[in-house]
């Protein structure tokens, strides 16, 4: 139970807590920490605190941050978790499969980053990342100032 009123800073509780995880073993060398969206949702505290967790559990050498894919626990290099699909691909993924099933049309936008920013509790240079993943697959393409828009279909990747 956090004590919003006392002396210790609530993200200093938090990093607290998720010490306590590693020390006990329940996150493991290459485990991801809980995101900042997870973070926000559990405890019920402002991104810029959830932000303020990981740099404090940085900042005690426990754990390392991958920009667009997570904190993950150790240091910087130590190999990660293999079920663990990083964000911006899982949101890339996404968008394709709605592209596939007809829900984003062809030459019209897909959503925007405060869209997908808002839907998916990520940073914009996550979101960026996804979108750059999906124009290099061929799934869109972008005008500047206009947005991002569906591909012609004879662009989209081979299934």
Known sequence: MLDREGPIPVYKQIAELIREQIDQGDL?????????????????????????????????????????????????????????????????????????????????????????????GVAKATVRQAVALLRAQGWAFTVAYRGTYVSPQEKWPES
């Open 28 to 120: 493991t060398p290459g485990d991801a920490v809980p995101s900042e969206a997870e973070l926000e949702a559990e405890y019920g505290i402002a991104r810029m605190t959830a932000r303020r967790v990981a740099r404090e559990l940085r900042e005690q050498g426990l754990v390392y941050t991958v920009q667009g894919e997570g904190t993950f626990v150790g240091r910087p290099g130590t190999p990660r978790s293999p079920d663990r699909t990083p964000i911006y691909q899982q949101i890339a993924a996404d968008i394709s499969a709605r592209i596939r099933k007809g829900e984003l049309q062809i030459n019209r936008p897909i959503p925007s980053e405060k869209a997908l920013m808002r839907q998916y």
